[in-house]
């Protein structure tokens, strides 16, 4: 699996919003294909993979995801790090209960 294949349809502007490439790129860590993490396939493929087949015990897919679904997936993880997508987050989570603070960075 390419790692270009995780990245959503506006990839370039994470050099402009820290948040939007920090959402970007630990999306794109999770997603690519690590031997004995989340079945090697990554944590989105993993959501499609159940059980195990008869033959070989391993799980299987029930449905494997295509690149356009990989990019349009990324590109919802990346808009949660815009100014709209981080309000909405930080609403839903508070709605849950949670409160977002944020930390303040030492300087070294």
């Known amino acids: 699996m ?5 990245r959503g349809a506006h990839f370039r502007r994470i050099q402009f919003n820290t948040k939007e490439r920090v959402l ?11 031997r004995g993490y989340c079945r ?8 499609f993979m159940k ?4 033959a070989l015990h391993h799980p ?3 449905h494997v995801l ?3 679904e990989r990019m349009i997936t990324a590109t919802a993880i990346q808009w949660l790090g815009t100014s709209v997508g981080f309000d ?7 709605e849950c209960g949670y409160k977002l603070v944020k930390e303040s960075k030492q300087l070294e």
């Open 2 to 6: 390419s790692r270009v294949n995780n």
């Open 24 to 34: 970007a790129d630990r999306w794109e860590k999770e997603n690519q294909s690590v």
């Open 40 to 47: 090697d396939n990554g944590i989105l493929q993993d959501l």
């Open 51 to 54: 059980g195990t087949d008869s």
């Open 60 to 62: 299987y897919a029930t």
């Open 66 to 68: 295509t690149d356009r």
């Open 88 to 94: 909405w987050l930080e609403g839903v989570l508070r």
